[in-house]
């Protein structure tokens, strides 16, 4: 038997396929936006919690016609499935779905500076919460701003 999809190469997180999942990850309103990219994250599964189980890391790419024709949206998909590759493995909350999305920058942005989008974006929509989990920094938010 093969082995399942996260477990086949550490490097590359399991992808997201399913329109239904797109949906659900923009339905979570967690999203960062960044000059070459925008990010959703979402937990795993549904309201039940993960519908397979899995604490893993599942990534979908999307770019639309607003990038540029059909070779160019590819490049950019292309440029962010490598960011992922090299950013997730250390950044990634585990059990949470993400969404990247393509920008017209993608494709222009210095790939350094696209890691770095890519490394913001990930700090800046952090652990998804549950609705029945209380904010871990919500006491001490407001102090720290003043």
Avoid: C
């Avoid at 086949?8 to 396929?17: F, G, M």
């Avoid at 990010?39 to 639309?64: D, E, H, I, K, Y």
């Avoid at 998909?77 to 992922?84: D, K, N, P, S, T």
């Amino acid at each position: 038997m093969a082995a399942p999809p996260e477990a086949a190469n550490p490097r590359h997180p399991a992808r997201l396929l399913k329109r239904s999942d797109f949906l659900r990850v923009a339905a979570a309103r967690r999203k960062w936006a960044a000059p070459g990219l925008i990010l959703q994250a979402a937990p795993n599964g549904g309201p039940n919690g993960p519908s397979n189980g899995s604490v893993s890391v599942r990534v979908g790419f999307t770019t639309s016609k607003k990038v540029g024709n059909a070779v160019e949206r590819n490049r950019a998909r292309r440029r962010l499935r490598a960011a992922v590759a090299e950013v997730f493995p250390g950044l990634a909350v585990p059990g949470t779905d993400y969404v990247v999305i393509g920008r017209r920058e993608t494709i222009t942005r210095p790939y350094s500076l696209l890691l770095q989008d890519l490394r913001t974006a990930l700090k800046r929509v952090g652990a998804p919460r549950r609705k029945d989990q209380p904010s871990p920094g919500a006491s001490t938010q407001n102090s720290e701003g003043a």
